[in-house]
């Protein structure tokens, strides 16, 4: 017994403690305080966790969008009658020939009710029903459909704002104003009422900035948007309407018009246009295009950088639809094969963590049995 004890404490300190048994002590405590964070986190990862309570606000709903961090305390409307006011006076100054004041009138209206009394017609000597009409008259209020208050109520109707919203009618104040600068004085009226409403009230990612930057490379194809008669001669409303109706459906960055002024005049140093619905058509492309702005701005570059097309004032809307047809679908090829060759890389990590685990664990396995046969051949040498 005391030559194992000597034999053990010899292997301490010849291989074990080499260092010194502080050391290792050390050593330990660092593991310990290892140990102990581990288990505090695996305690606190094990509690039960409660769902958030679950309901939909005023302000959610006519917002259209849940509030993502369960707060609705700090996203109440911040703005006050003395700023929507203020909106509505810079609208005015846009709109100065419009009215303003007179909201309508009553109106007298003629009806005629057809009431029943008991006849008598002695030749037959029979009494029967027969209807008597009667002029009834009544006054009703009927609006002035010219009225901008009343065209401006019919929108916060429309998109469910209610009368204390004041931040969300502010918006479509000043979209209104963002449009309306585009439109003829004497017009305005007109315009806002047939054919700028609708896109107030489905107004989508729209804003006036936006208006703004379609305005302007509205003006870099041809000229600054002039509306004053809907469809008819010398009027830009339904070109611009479509430049609108891609601000509506896409959130258009910087970026994103950047590429389409750049690309308007390569085309423009390509080709003379008299006409320019195939200028605008190719700018429409370009600003609601699939692709990311890193491939837009790759696509657009390499087409105007290229001799292969033959680019004229009649064909270049089909040439260059057709190119950014086929390079979209080029890209969403290149898309799904890099995420199927990443499924793949993430299965062969998988796998080849198992087996390293695998063979980790025989290692330290076959260690365990060296260091063993290094004990038992250690015992023997000094037996």
Same mark, same amino acid.
């Given at each position: 017994?005391?030559?194992?004890?000597?034999?053990?404490?010899?292997?301490?300190?010849?291989?074990?403690?080499?260092?010194?048994?502080?050391?290792?002590?050390?050593?330990?405590?660092?593991?310990?305080?290892?140990?102990?964070?581990?288990?505090?986190?695996?305690?606190?990862? =094990?509690?039960?966790?409660?769902?958030?309570?679950?309901?939909?606000?005023?302000?959610?709903?006519?917002?259209?969008?849940?509030?993502?961090?369960?707060?609705?305390?700090?996203?109440?409307?911040?703005?006050?009658?003395?700023?929507?006011?203020?909106?509505?006076?810079?609208?005015?100054?846009?709109?100065? $020939?419009?009215?303003?004041?007179?909201?309508?009138?009553?109106?007298?209206?003629?009806?005629?009710?057809? =009431?029943?009394?008991?006849?008598?017609?002695?030749?037959?000597?029979?009494?029967?029903?027969?209807?008597?009409?009667?002029?009834?008259?009544?006054?009703?209020?009927?609006?002035?459909?010219?009225?901008?208050?009343?065209?401006?109520?019919?929108?916060?109707?429309?998109?469910?704002?209610?009368?204390?919203?004041?931040?969300?009618?502010?918006? =479509?104040?000043?979209?209104?104003?963002?449009?309306?600068?585009?439109?003829?004085?004497?017009?305005?009226?007109?315009?806002?009422?047939?054919?700028?409403?609708?896109?107030?009230?489905? $107004?989508?990612?729209?804003?006036? @900035?936006?208006?703004?930057?379609?305005?302007?490379?509205?003006?870099?194809?041809?000229?600054?948007?002039?509306?004053?008669?809907?469809?008819?001669?010398?009027?830009?409303?339904?070109?611009?309407? $479509?430049?609108?109706?891609?601000?509506?459906?896409?959130?258009?960055?910087?970026?994103?018009?950047?590429?389409?002024?750049? $690309?308007?005049?390569?085309?423009?140093?390509?080709?003379?246009?008299?006409?320019?619905?195939?200028?605008?058509?190719?700018?429409?492309?370009?600003?609601?295009?699939?692709?990311?702005?890193?491939?837009?701005?790759?696509?657009?570059?390499?087409?105007?950088?290229?001799?292969?097309?033959?680019?004229?004032?009649?064909?270049?809307?089909?040439?260059?639809?057709?190119?950014?047809?086929?390079?979209?679908?080029?890209?969403?090829?290149?898309?799904?094969?890099?995420?199927?060759?990443?499924?793949?890389?993430?299965?062969?990590?998988?796998?080849?963590?198992?087996?390293?685990?695998?063979?980790?664990?025989?290692?330290?396995?076959?260690?365990?049995?060296?260091?063993?046969?290094?004990?038992?051949?250690?015992? @023997?040498?000094?037996?």
């Amino acid at each position: 017994m005391d030559k194992l004890k000597k034999f053990l404490n010899s292997f301490e300190e010849d291989y074990l403690f080499r260092y010194g048994k502080r050391s290792w002590q050390v050593i330990s405590l660092i593991f310990f305080f290892i140990l102990s964070y581990t288990v505090i986190q695996y305690l606190w990862n =094990v509690r039960p966790s409660s769902r958030e309570e679950v309901s939909i606000s005023k302000i959610e709903f006519d917002r259209s969008r849940i509030d993502y961090d369960f707060d609705i305390t700090n996203d109440m409307d911040k703005s006050t009658l003395a700023d929507y006011n203020k909106a509505l006076k810079g609208l005015q100054g846009e709109m100065p $020939s419009a009215e303003w004041k007179d909201l309508g009138d009553s109106v007298e209206h003629t009806e005629y009710d057809y =009431v029943p009394y008991q006849a008598y017609n002695p030749y037959w000597d029979f009494s029967y029903t027969d209807y008597r009409r009667v002029e009834r008259k009544y006054k009703v209020f009927e609006k002035n459909r010219d009225a901008i208050p009343n065209i401006l109520e019919d929108i916060y109707e429309a998109k469910g704002i209610d009368s204390l919203q004041y931040s969300e009618k502010i918006k =479509v104040l000043n979209l209104a104003k963002a449009m309306v600068a585009y439109a003829s004085k004497k017009e305005s009226t007109e315009l806002l009422r047939d054919y700028f409403k609708s896109y107030l009230i489905y $107004s989508g990612e729209l804003t006036p @900035k936006m208006v703004e930057q379609l305005a302007a490379v509205f003006k870099k194809v041809d000229r600054k948007p002039y509306l004053h008669d809907p469809y008819g001669e010398n009027d830009d409303w339904s070109e611009f309407s $479509s430049y609108l109706s891609i601000g509506q459906d896409d959130s258009l960055t910087q970026e994103r018009f950047d590429i389409a002024n750049n $690309s308007i005049a390569k085309l423009k140093s390509k080709v003379k246009f008299k006409e320019k619905e195939q200028a605008h058509f190719v700018a429409r492309v370009v600003l609601g295009s699939d692709l990311t702005n890193e491939d837009l701005q790759k696509a657009t570059e390499e087409f105007f950088a290229s001799k292969d097309y033959k680019l004229t004032e009649k064909n270049t809307g089909e040439i260059f639809g057709k190119y950014l047809s086929l390079f979209t679908e080029k890209a969403a090829l290149a898309d799904q094969l890099l995420a199927e060759e990443k499924a793949q890389k993430e299965m062969n990590r998988s796998q080849y963590y198992q087996d390293g685990r695998y063979a980790f664990v025989a290692i330290i396995m076959i260690a365990a049995i060296l260091i063993l046969f290094s004990i038992r051949q250690i015992i @023997k040498s000094r037996g």
